[in-house]
C-alpha cells in the first residue's frame, strides 16, 4: 500500500516496499521558549535554520507545527507553509490540534500534504476528515478515543479500525490515504510500552496492512543517551512494519539506523544508498580536511 | 526457556526472558596475522588484552578459538581455557571446527561450557554430541548439512528440528542446552539475507522456543560503516527472538544497541542497568577531564 505524498514539483511515497520515509519533527515550538517569543513576533527565521538542518540531515518530508500560546496559528501556519516550500520542495506533514489552523494551512499548501492527525473520537473525525477529503490530503490516525489512550494493542487497533471504517466508508478517502500511528510511549515511565507499541505494529501490518508513523523521540523521553534508545527502537519498529516516524532528522545516529534498516530489509537494493551515503560522508570529511 | 553456562564462580543465563547475552568473538586468530605467529609460537599475551578489552566492552560469555594453520590448536585450546580463566570469570564458548580440539578445551574447562558449533550433518552430529553430553557442555547448533547451506528460513526450522531431536533423543542433552544459529550472512553479497535471518528468528522461537545466537558481524561484512549496520540488526533479530549473539564487544556503538534492546523490550526493568551505565559513563568521563 502506497501513501503517495507532494509538493508541487516532489512526490515522496511511502510504502512497505519503499526505503522508510524520514519526517523532520522540529519545526515545532513546543518546548522552546525563544522560538514562541519570535512566533509571537511573527519573526519565522528559526525556521529556515531549521529547514536547512533537517534537509541536510536527510529527511524526506517536514512536519510543520506553529502551536503557540497567545498567538494567531492559523495565521502563522499559512505564512509557515509558504515559507517551507519557498526553501524546499519536501512535501510537508501540517500539524496542529486545531481545524482552523489545519483548514488555513491546507489551503495554502501546493501539493498533496499530511495532515497531523486525527483521533478516534467522533466529534474529531466529523470536524477533520471532511478537511482531509476536501483537500485531496492523507492523514495520520491516532488510535485513541473519548474515554483512553488505551495500553492494549488489540484496543488500538480496534480504534484504528474505527478511524478507516469512518474515513473510507463515509467520507470516501482511500485507505492508502490513511497512516496509523500506532503509539509510541515515553520507556522511561514504564518499560512494557516498547513491547506494546511492537505488538500494536505488527497487528496493524497484518489486518489492515496500512502505513504508520510514530512520534519516534517520545519513546526516550527522560531517560540517558536518548539517540541510542531511537536508534535501537526504529529498527525493531521498521522490521514490524512501520514505514515512516517524525524524528529527529538532525541526529545522524538515528537517521543512520533508519538508513540501515533499509539495508537490513532489502529496501536499497545493492546497498547502493549506504553505500553512496558514506563515499559522500567520506568526500566531505576529506574536503573538510583540506 | 533457560541456557545457563557457568565458569568456576559465575553463572550466565541465556533466555528470552533475560538481558541478551554478549558473547565475545575477540579470542580468534582468523584474519589476525601477527596473533597467528605468536600463537604458533606459543605466545599466548595477546589473548590477556583480548580479554581485557572485551570484559571492559561488556562481555557476558568469551568466545575462545585457536585455529592456527600450522600449530598444535590442541594444546592452544588447553593453555588459551586455562589462561583465559584465570584472567575472568567469564563463561566460555570453546570454538573448534576440530573434535579434538573441543574435546581437550572441555577437559580443561571448569565449569559449564558452550561448545560452538555442531552442523546438522550426521558425521558432526554424533562425533560432537556425546563430547557435548559427557561433559555437560551446551551446543550451538548450525541448520546446515552435508549438502546445502540452506537459503529458506523452513528449511533451516527443519535442519535445526534434526539436531534438537538427535541431541535431544539418542544423546539425553536436554533442549535448553541447545542454542541454535539462525545463520546470519554478508548483507553485502546479497541484501535478502538479512530478512530470511529474521524469519528463521521467528520461526525457530515459535516452533521450538530455543535460544538462538549468531555470529553478528557477519551481516556487515564487506559494507562500509559496519559498526552501524551491526547496532540496527541486532536490536531488530533480538526483537524476533535472538536471545545472544557472537560479536565485538568492544565497539560501544553495538554494546549499547543491545543495552538498549534490553530496555525497549522490557528486559531491564525500570532501566536501571541503563541508567547505571550512562552513570558510570558520565563519572569516567569526569575523571578523565579532571
Not at 161 to 188: F, N, S, W
Request: aromatic share 4%; with cysteine.
Amino acid at each position: 500500500m502506497h501513501t503517495v505524498l507532494s509538493s508541487a514539483n516532489r512526490t515522496v511515497t511511502i510504502g512497505h516496499d519503499q526505503p522508510f520515509c524520514v519526517i523532520g519533527e522540529r519545526i515545532n515550538p513546543t518546548g522552546r521558549k525563544l522560538f514562541q517569543e519570535q512566533l509571537r513576533r511573527g519573526d519565522l527565521s528559526r525556521v529556515e535554520i531549521d529547514v536547512a538542518e533537517q534537509v541536510a540531515g536527510g529527511a524526506m518530508v517536514l512536519d510543520v507545527n506553529m502551536g503557540t500560546p497567545l498567538a494567531d496559528e492559523a495565521a502563522l501556519m499559512v505564512s509557515a507553509v509558504k515559507l517551507v516550500q519557498s526553501l524546499t520542495d519536501l512535501p510537508l506533514c501540517l500539524d496542529s490540534s486545531i481545524i482552523e489552523v489545519l483548514d488555513a494551512g491546507l489551503a495554502a499548501y501546493r501539493g498533496k500534504a499530511l495532515v497531523n492527525s486525527v483521533t478516534a473520537e467522533d466529534e474529531r473525525l466529523a470536524a477533520i476528515l471532511p478537511l482531509v477529503k476536501r483537500h485531496g490530503a492523507a492523514v495520520i490516525g491516532l488510535p485513541n478515543d473519548e474515554r483512553e489512550i488505551p495500553d492494549d494493542p488489540r484496543r488500538r487497533v480496534e480504534l484504528a479500525g474505527k478511524i478507516i471504517d469512518v474515513a473510507t466508508g463515509r467520507y470516501g478517502i482511500p485507505i492508502e490515504d490513511i497512516v496509523i500511528d500506532p503509539l509510541a510511549m515515553p520507556i522511561g515511565a514504564d518499560t512494557t510500552v516498547g513491547i506494546k507499541t511492537l505488538e500494536t505494529i505488527a497487528l496493524l501490518r497484518e489486518k489492515f496492512g496500512v502505513n504508520m508513523t510514530f512520534g519516534a523521540s517520545n519513546v526516550s523521553f527522560g531517560m540517558p543517551d536518548r539517540h541510542t534508545l531511537g536508534a535501537a527502537f526504529l529498527p525493531m519498529a521498521i522490521a514490524a512494519g512501520l514505514t515512516s516516524a517524525i524524528m529527529d532528522a538532525r541526529s545522524p545516529q538515528i537517521v543512520r539506523s533508519v538508513k540501515a534498516a533499509d539495508v537490513l530489509l532489502d529496501h536499497d537494493p545493492w546497498g547502493s544508498a549506504w553505500i553512496a551515503a558514506h563515499r559522500a560522508q567520506q568526500a566531505q570529511a576529506q574536503q573538510a580536511g583540506t
